[in-house]
T-cell receptor
Framework: GAVVSQHPSWVICKSGTSVKIECRSLDFQATTMFWYRQFPKQSLMLMATSNEGSKATYEQGVEKDKFLINHASLTLSTLTVTSAHPEDSSFYIC?????FGPGTRLTVT | GDSVTQMEGPVTLSEEAFLTINCTYTATGYPSLFWYVQYPGEGLQLLLKATKADDKGSNKGFEATYRKETTSFHLEKGSVQVSDSAVYFCALSDTYKAAGNKLTFGGGTRVLVKP
């Protein structure tokens, strides 16, 4: 089946710095990937749709300048959290072809 | 906008008990409906889906029927095992694409099965 990986699985960064999260489709090509955010013991909220070779589509309320998405190849999408703040601490999950990655836990100190 | 409501947990059951997790939705048109499961320490896995009214999705002993008249997609399993302990998410998509779908999730229901 479709396998999606993420890297890193967890990351700690200082407030004001940027951090990049990678999402890869391992055994298939993905023209579209989705980025979700999950708060502790809560559900997943769609942040944006990542489109290979074009701009991402962001959901209402998601700051596109803060959460930069790049989908430069058919197997890789990246989410960069810029100028991170403690409120950005969360679990970030990507999805492609109805499969989900294992998630990346971001802690901003 | 679209929304999904599912029963709050945690749901605690004994092994071999019957499990039902209620899920209702609000959407325009004819959405596709999904159940995802998240085992402890793991990512979400698609459990089953239904893409049109009256379809029944089934997998690993779990079943759910797409009921348009009641806008529901309740998850059931006749005899649970300890290994079914997980968080279950009901979700919908406006359409169904094999390439992937924008999903609206319910709040998740934690199920704990005791031996």
């Amino acid at each position: 089946g479709a396998v999606v990986s993420q890297h890193p699985s967890w990351v700690i960064c200082k407030s004001g710095t940027s951090v990049k999260i990678e999402c890869r489709s391992l055994d298939f090509q993905a023209t579209t990937m989705f980025w979700y955010r999950q708060f502790p013991k809560q559900s997943l909220m769609l942040m944006a749709t990542s489109n290979e070779g074009s701009k991402a589509t962001y959901e209402q309320g998601v700051e596109k300048d803060k959460f930069l998405i790049n989908h430069a190849s058919l197997t890789l999408s990246t989410l960069t959290v810029t100028s991170a703040h403690p409120e950005d601490s969360s679990f970030y999950i990507c999805s492609a072809s109805n499969s989900f990655g294992p998630g990346t836990r971001l802690t901003v100190t | 906008g679209d929304s999904v409501t599912q029963m709050e947990g945690p749901v605690t059951l004994s092994e071999e008990a019957f499990l039902t997790i209620n899920c209702t939705y609000t959407a325009t048109g004819y959405p596709s409906l999904f159940w995802y499961v998240q085992y402890p320490g793991e990512g979400l896995q698609l459990l089953l889906k239904a893409t049109k009214a009256d379809d029944k999705g089934s997998n690993k002993g779990f079943e759910a029927t797409y009921r348009k008249e009641t806008t529901s997609f309740h998850l059931e399993k006749g005899s649970v095992q300890v290994s079914d302990s997980a968080v279950y998410f009901c979700a919908l998509s406006d359409t169904y694409k094999a390439a992937g779908n924008k999903l609206t999730f319910g709040g998740g229901t934690r199920v704990l099965v005791k031996p």
